[in-house]
């Protein structure tokens, strides 16, 4: 390179570097760095393009984008970078390499050693995302061991572990907080370089032959840029220059200067080498010391906007009439003359190096331990409920054995039945939350998707099951309910049954939604419209039939009426000592009015429930069914989302 012109790593950082790694880098220091020993990447006419869809009808439309063109390239072990403009297609490129794009719309091969990706490249490859993805609430220590555990075969043993874990800490340079947690929107954690270092250990736990980094400087400053790239190379070996997905230069970084000065763009002292390679794709003619294309000063938007797609093809064109490209078209040749034969790969196959078993103890630990360390999530629901336990209970305390104590328990079990469908809305973050890590960690092999969806919905039971029980005690005899150690029972197990089905209710909505608000809208709508059909707010055997059908799918009207036949059956509202009960049938004003006894079984007579043994469990049977519905529902959108971009 020129004097003055080498590239400063610490600039990095607004250029969106994109790079493919050898596993051997993380080793890498000041000193002089050896010769990395990874696997070699080749890629074959890579073409790609999407199909914009319709926003109102989600059809695809007739003409599809083009969003990769004829890619050819090798990049061999060491630091290979990849730059471009935004939308020139680095990120795509990127997971097109990696195996982790949609293999719809996608020709061309990509090879490692001369060989096509095996099915499992994914698994076996690192693949350090733009966004980190880290669990916030877990030390940056738990964290590699956490990727340790699962992506190591099982035949590694825990000391080996863990002697790799401490080695990746020295080597990171995260000594100082390897104890400290990662850090939350809501909690104070390490800084943004540490992170991303975390972030690339995690990956590197499993001495990957290619380490795929997808924008690593994305939001750091150039002080923490500068400490990231270093653990990876001092300088670029190789170099892709992307503009709108077609390739304008690739080849050894040290030669792009001169490849540039020799077609008429030259590099000024002391000018980043980098920020000029973009300002000349993006057609910025004020870097431009001598061009061999005559353009006047003054150029509209239009002009403008001609004159940089002509600038784009003109580096095209110069690329392709390189030695540079000749001679990576000649290497490529050889390389597709000598690719072993094997079988065709399978794009989304995933792999698992440890059991069932092994990926279920280690996930639920980790988010039972999130889960505790989310004060937002547990603590405060738990506080919620005491507090909503005392409002109702000052509400409705002591009810009365009178006519005033059937509205105020009707409008007690009513609430509470509300309630408990309502407080699952936060149950919509469960999956929305860390979406993007859960799919990161299930295309890179950490676990199966079964262990996770187990994992979450017991955590999550084990949450509702502690807020219920306390709600139920603490509402249930403030209100004075029948006294009875059954009748508890039965009390707290409907609504905890309640809490579980709603929960499973939320989940099913929200598994395949990117936005907690949309999901919410979704969850609300279908809570108010199963309330209305609550038993209620109207009288079930008063609906129209056509109509009629809708409340075998409220979850409220199952939970009420539970509550309503556990309640009421034995209790008598108002006696009249001196008459007797000549008449069985007839409701509770009626019989209040003619000075009959009034019972509890004479009141859900009216309401149209049926109170016998069986007219008490179908509830629960029907809203176990719901429950299991709907957890069904939740894995397979669970299981079919959409892992590829």
Known sequence: MEEGCHINVAMLDDICVNGVVGSKVATVTEQPAKQPCGSTVSFHDVRYKVHVKDAFFCKNTSSPRLILLDLNGIMRPGLNAILGPTGSGKSSFLDVLAARKDPSGLSGEVLIDGAPQPPNFKCLSGYVVQEDVVMGTLTVRENLRFSAALRLPTCVSEREKEARVNHLVAELGLAKVADCKVGTQMTRGISGGERKRTNIGMELIIDPPVLFLDEPTTGLDASTANSVLLLLRRLFDSLTLLVGGKMVYHG?????????????????????????????????FTVISRSKVNLPEDLD??????????????????????????DTLAQLERIAQDKRHSPPSAARTVTYNSSFVHQLRWVLRRTFQNLMLNPQTSVAQVVVHIILAFIVGAIFFRVKDDQSGIQNRMGALFFITTNQCFSTVSAAEIFIAERKLFVHEYISGYYRVSVYFLSKVLSDVALRTVTSVIFSCGVYFMIGLKRSLSAFSVFTLTVTLVAYTATAMTMAISADQTAVALANIFMTITFVFMMI????????????????????????????????????VGLKFCQNANMSAAVTSCNCSVATTVGLTCTGEQYLDYLGIQYGMWGLWENHVALAVMLVGFLLISYLKLRYIKKFT
């Open 252 to 284: 050894p970084a040290p030669n792009a200067l001169d490849y540039f000065a020799n077609i008429g763009y030259s590099c000024e002292p002391h000018n980043n080498p980098a920020d000029f390679f973009l300002d000349v794709i993006n057609g910025d």
């Open 301 to 326: 938007l239009e002009q403008a906007t001609s004159s940089r797609k002509s600038m784009e093809e003109r580096l095209v064109e110069e690329y392709k009439n390189s030695s540079y490209y000749s």
């Open 533 to 568: 059909f609550s038993g209620l707010l109207v009288n079930l055997p008063s609906i129209m039939d056509w109509l009629a059908w809708l409340k075998y799918f409220s979850i409220p009207r199952y939970g009420l009426a539970a509550l309503k036949v556990n309640e009421f």
